[in-house]
C-alpha cells in the first residue's frame, strides 16, 4: 500500500483530537460573541479567558500581557510595527538578523521605506547571532531588537536569555529598547519562559503546535506600549481590534496546554526520531552537509544539502513516493532562489540549492524514519545519476 509520512511539521502540523474537540462546541451551539453582555456572550467570553490563561501559562507570562492575534504573521507585525510606531521619539533603529522569518524582515525591510534604520545581523556557520555582534550594533537611536528564539528551517536556538539581560541592563541606564522574539517554532518544542528570556514581546502561532491555522499570539510586557495595527474594535483590550475567533482561540489554548504538560515527553520523542534519522542517513548517503549548529537546536529539526542535486527535484521525488518535506527555499513565492538561510551560513550555490528541511512530528514513528531511510538514497541516487555536476565529480 502507498504509504504516506508527513515531515513538514515545522510549516504546519495536524490538527491534535483533543484540540479539535476543544473547538467543536464554538463551531456549533456556542456561537456567541464574545463581547455579547448576555448569556450566550458570557459564554463565548468564558472559553477566551480560559484560552488566555492556558496559553499564558505555557510561556510563564500573565494572562493581561496576551493578545489574540490571526498568527505568527500578525504578532510579528504587531509586534514590531506596534513597539516602533508608539516609541519612534526615542529612536529609528532596529536590529535583527538575517534568519529571520519573512514576517519579520519584510517588515522591517518595509520600515527602513518609511525611514527606519535596520541593521541585519550575520549568524555564521552555525547559524547562530553572536551576542558580541548585537552589543556592537546597539547605537544611541536603537529602539528595538527582535532576534527569533529558534530558526524555522535550520532549527537553530538563539542566545535569547543573553540579548533579554542585556536590554535589561541598558534599560537600567534609562536607554529605551526593547526586545522582541518571534517564539512560532520553539514553543512546544523547548522550553519558552518570557521571563527567563527577559523579552519585552514574544510571537506565538498556533499551527505549529496541532491547532488550526489562522490563530496565534502576541506576548506583551506589562507597561510596554504599542501602536494598535488593527483598528476598529476595542477587543483585546485595545491592542487588536475584531471580533475574537473563539473556536480557534479555545483550539489555541487547549495546544498550548498539552504542548506545555508533554514537553519534555514529545520533544524526547521527537529528538529520538530525528537522530535516528542522522546516524544513519550519512552511512547510506555520500556528500551530504548538514546545516546549522547540531548541539543549540530544536529537537524536530534537521537541514541537509545534497551535493549535486537540486532541493527541489528531491522534494517531488520523495512527494511521489508518499513522503513530504520542504526545501526552505522561497519557491513558495514563485522564485527559484536558494533559501537566504542556508545562504546566510555561507554556504554556496549548489549547497543552499541543495538543500532540504526534514521536521519531525508527534504522529511521527521510528517506521516513517524507516521509510524515509529506504526511499531517500534511491532518490539521491537517481538524481545524482542525472546531475552533469555529478559525472564530472565522479571523473
Ligand atoms: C519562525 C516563524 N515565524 C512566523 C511564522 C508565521 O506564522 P503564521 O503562519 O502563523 O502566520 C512562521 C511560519 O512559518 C515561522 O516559522
Avoid at 122 to 131: H, N, Q, R, S, T
Amino acid at each position: 500500500m502507498f504509504r504516506r509520512v508527513y515531515l513538514d511539521n515545522s510549516a504546519t502540523t495536524p490538527i491534535d483530537k483533543e484540540v479539535f474537540e476543544a473547538m467543536l462546541p464554538f463551531l456549533n451551539e456556542k456561537f456567541g460573541n464574545a463581547s455579547s453582555i448576555h448569556f450566550f456572550g458570557q459564554e463565548a467570553r468564558a472559553a477566551v479567558d480560559r484560552a488566555r490563561h492556558q496559553v499564558a501559562e505555557t510561556v510563564n507570562a500573565r494572562p493581561n500581557e496576551i493578545v489574540f492575534t490571526s498568527g505568527g504573521t500578525e504578532a510579528n507585525n504587531l509586534a514590531i510595527r506596534g513597539l516602533v510606531e508608539a516609541n519612534d521619539k526615542y529612536g529609528k533603529h532596529i536590529i535583527t538578523s538575517e534568519i529571520e522569518h519573512s514576517a519579520v524582515k519584510e517588515v522591517c525591510a518595509d520600515l527602513e521605506k518609511r525611514g527606519y534604520e535596520v541593521t541585519y545581523l550575520p549568524v555564521y556557520e552555525d547559524g547562530i547571532v553572536k551576542l558580541e555582534d548585537i552589543k556592537n550594533a546597539i547605537r544611541e537611536d536603537t529602539i528595538l531588537i527582535s532576534i527569533m528564539t529558534a530558526n524555522n528551517e535550520i532549527g537553530t536556538i538563539q542566545p535569547v536569555e543573553e540579548i533579554g539581560k542585556l536590554v535589561r541592563d541598558l534599560r537600567e541606564t534609562s536607554k529605551k529598547i526593547w526586545f522582541h522574539t518571534d517564539a512560532v517554532q520553539a514553543v512546544g518544542k523547548i522550553k519558552v519562559d518570557v521571563e527567563e528570556i527577559g523579552c519585552d514581546l514574544l510571537s506565538i502561532s498556533g499551527h505549529k503546535i496541532y491547532a488550526p491555522k489562522g490563530v496565534g499570539a502576541l506576548y506583551v510586557r506589562r507597561g510596554v506600549r504599542l501602536h494598535k495595527q488593527n483598528i476598529g474594535g476595542h477587543q483585546e483590550r485595545e491592542r487588536r481590534g475584531g471580533t475574537e475567533n473563539v473556536p480557534f482561540i479555545a483550539a489555541f489554548g487547549k495546544a498550548c496546554e498539552i504542548a506545555k504538560n508533554k514537553l519534555s515527553k514529545n520533544a524526547e520523542n521527537l529528538q529520538i526520531l530525528r537522530d535516528k534519522f542522522e546516524s544513519e542517513v550519512g552511512e547510506k548517503i555520500a556528500h551530504l552537509v548538514f546545516n546549522g549548529n547540531r548541539e543549540k537546536r530544536l529537537p524536530h529539526i534537521s537541514n541537509l544539502s545534497f551535493r549535486f542535486i537540486e532541493g527541489e527535484g528531491l522534494l517531488i521525488n520523495l512527494d511521489m513516493n508518499g513522503i513530504a518535506v520542504s526545501t526552505g527555499s522561497a519557491c513558495s513565492s514563485g522564485s527559484l532562489e536558494p533559501s537566504p538561510v542556508i545562504r546566510a551560513l555561507g554556504r554556496n550555490d549548489e549547497l543552499a540549492r541543495g538543500a532540504i528541511r526534514f521536521s519531525f512530528g508527534n504522529e511521527n514513528s521510528a517506521e516513517d524514519v524507516e521509510y524515509l531511510l529506504e526511499v531517500l538514497p534511491k532518490a539521491v541516487e537517481n538524481l545524482r545519476k542525472l546531475s552533469p555536476s555529478f559525472q564530472n565529480f565522479k571523473q
